[in-house]
Protein backbone atom coordinates (compact mmCIF):
# COMPACT_ATOMS: atom_id res chain seq x y z
CA UNK A 1 0.00 0.00 0.00
CA UNK A 2 1.25 3.35 -1.10
CA UNK A 3 1.68 6.02 1.51
CA UNK A 4 3.13 9.47 0.83
CA UNK A 5 3.40 11.38 3.71
CA UNK A 6 4.01 15.71 3.85
CA UNK A 7 5.43 17.26 6.87
CA UNK A 8 7.03 21.04 7.22
CA UNK A 9 3.81 23.17 6.90
CA UNK A 10 3.29 26.02 9.66
CA UNK A 11 2.69 29.58 9.51
CA UNK A 12 5.64 32.13 8.17
CA UNK A 13 6.00 35.56 7.81
CA UNK A 14 5.95 36.93 4.53
CA UNK A 15 9.44 36.77 2.75
CA UNK A 16 10.75 34.06 4.98
CA UNK A 17 11.22 30.17 3.92
CA UNK A 18 9.97 26.60 4.58
CA UNK A 19 10.96 23.58 3.97
CA UNK A 20 8.31 20.48 2.96
CA UNK A 21 9.10 16.82 2.84
CA UNK A 22 6.91 13.97 1.39
CA UNK A 23 8.37 10.71 2.41
CA UNK A 24 7.64 7.72 0.65
CA UNK A 25 6.61 3.91 1.77
CA UNK A 26 5.28 1.24 -0.48
CA UNK A 27 6.28 3.05 -3.49
CA UNK A 28 10.27 3.50 -5.00
CA UNK A 29 10.47 7.19 -6.32
CA UNK A 30 13.49 6.94 -8.01
CA UNK A 31 10.69 4.98 -10.56
CA UNK A 32 8.49 7.93 -10.63
CA UNK A 33 8.24 11.09 -11.38
CA UNK A 34 6.73 13.03 -8.16
CA UNK A 35 4.75 16.34 -7.91
CA UNK A 36 3.93 19.20 -5.35
CA UNK A 37 0.43 20.87 -6.05
CA UNK A 38 -1.75 23.02 -3.55
CA UNK A 39 -5.20 23.87 -2.75
CA UNK A 40 -6.07 27.21 -1.29
CA UNK A 41 -9.27 27.78 0.45
CA UNK A 42 -12.30 27.82 -2.20
CA UNK A 43 -9.67 27.56 -5.13
CA UNK A 44 -9.21 23.91 -7.09
CA UNK A 45 -6.14 21.98 -6.37
CA UNK A 46 -3.15 23.40 -8.78
CA UNK A 47 -0.01 21.99 -9.90
CA UNK A 48 3.46 23.81 -8.54
CA UNK A 49 6.16 21.83 -9.19
CA UNK A 50 7.56 18.24 -10.23
CA UNK A 51 10.58 16.51 -10.84
CA UNK A 52 11.06 13.52 -12.88
CA UNK A 53 12.75 10.44 -12.41
CA UNK A 54 16.84 9.74 -12.17
CA UNK A 55 16.78 13.78 -10.78
CA UNK A 56 15.44 14.44 -14.34
CA UNK A 57 14.15 17.94 -14.96
CA UNK A 58 12.21 19.45 -13.19
CA UNK A 59 9.43 21.99 -13.85
CA UNK A 60 7.42 24.75 -11.74
CA UNK A 61 4.35 26.76 -12.07
CA UNK A 62 4.90 30.00 -13.18
CA UNK A 63 3.43 31.69 -10.10
CA UNK A 64 6.70 30.17 -8.00
CA UNK A 65 9.31 29.83 -10.29
CA UNK A 66 12.48 31.10 -8.91
CA UNK A 67 11.13 31.13 -5.70
CA UNK A 68 10.87 26.95 -5.13
CA UNK A 69 12.97 24.42 -5.66
CA UNK A 70 11.80 20.56 -5.85
CA UNK A 71 14.44 18.39 -5.10
CA UNK A 72 14.20 14.07 -4.06
CA UNK A 73 16.59 12.43 -1.88
CA UNK A 74 15.94 8.69 -3.61
CA UNK A 75 18.04 6.81 -0.57
CA UNK A 76 15.71 8.26 1.62
CA UNK A 77 12.66 8.04 -0.56
CA UNK A 78 11.84 11.34 -0.34
CA UNK A 79 10.95 14.78 -2.00
CA UNK A 80 11.31 17.78 -0.96
CA UNK A 81 9.89 21.71 -1.76
CA UNK A 82 12.29 24.16 -0.11
CA UNK A 83 9.90 27.45 -0.87
CA UNK A 84 11.84 30.65 -0.55
CA UNK A 85 10.41 34.19 -0.67
CA UNK A 86 6.87 33.61 0.08
CA UNK A 87 3.34 35.41 -0.17
CA UNK A 88 0.48 35.61 1.37
CA UNK A 89 -0.71 34.15 -2.17
CA UNK A 90 1.39 30.84 -1.19
CA UNK A 91 -0.95 30.14 1.40
CA UNK A 92 -2.66 26.66 0.97
CA UNK A 93 -2.56 22.67 1.76
CA UNK A 94 0.25 21.47 0.03
CA UNK A 95 0.43 18.10 -1.39
CA UNK A 96 2.97 15.45 -2.48
CA UNK A 97 1.88 13.06 -5.46
CA UNK A 98 3.31 9.91 -7.32
CA UNK A 99 3.22 9.51 -10.84
CA UNK A 100 0.52 7.36 -11.55
CA UNK A 101 2.90 5.15 -13.58
CA UNK A 102 6.24 3.80 -13.28
CA UNK A 103 9.05 5.40 -15.78
CA UNK A 104 6.30 8.25 -16.33
CA UNK A 105 7.26 11.78 -17.29
CA UNK A 106 6.01 14.78 -15.86
CA UNK A 107 6.21 18.70 -17.34
CA UNK A 108 4.87 21.72 -16.41
CA UNK A 109 1.41 21.01 -18.25
CA UNK A 110 1.02 17.74 -15.90
CA UNK A 111 -2.79 17.27 -14.78
CA UNK A 112 -4.19 15.80 -11.38
CA UNK A 113 -5.04 12.95 -13.23
CA UNK A 114 -1.55 11.82 -14.22
CA UNK A 115 -1.00 11.52 -10.41
CA UNK A 116 -2.09 8.07 -8.98
CA UNK A 117 -0.63 8.58 -5.08
CA UNK A 118 -1.26 11.72 -3.28
CA UNK A 119 -0.63 12.64 0.38
CA UNK A 120 -2.98 14.02 3.11
CA UNK A 121 -1.40 17.48 2.76
CA UNK A 122 0.39 19.72 4.98
CA UNK A 123 -1.39 23.60 5.63
CA UNK A 124 1.27 26.71 4.50
CA UNK A 125 0.29 29.91 6.21
CA UNK A 126 2.14 32.69 4.87
CA UNK A 127 1.00 36.24 6.99
CA UNK A 128 1.71 39.41 5.35
Known amino acids: QVQLVESGGGLVQAGGSLRLSCAAS????????MGWFRQAPGKEREFVAC????????YYADSVKGRFTISRDNPKNTVYLQMSSLIPEDTAVYYC?????????????????????WGQGTQVTVSS
Open 26 to 33: GLIIRRYA
Open 97 to 117: AADRRPYGACSRYSALSDFGS
Open 51 to 58: INMSDGPT
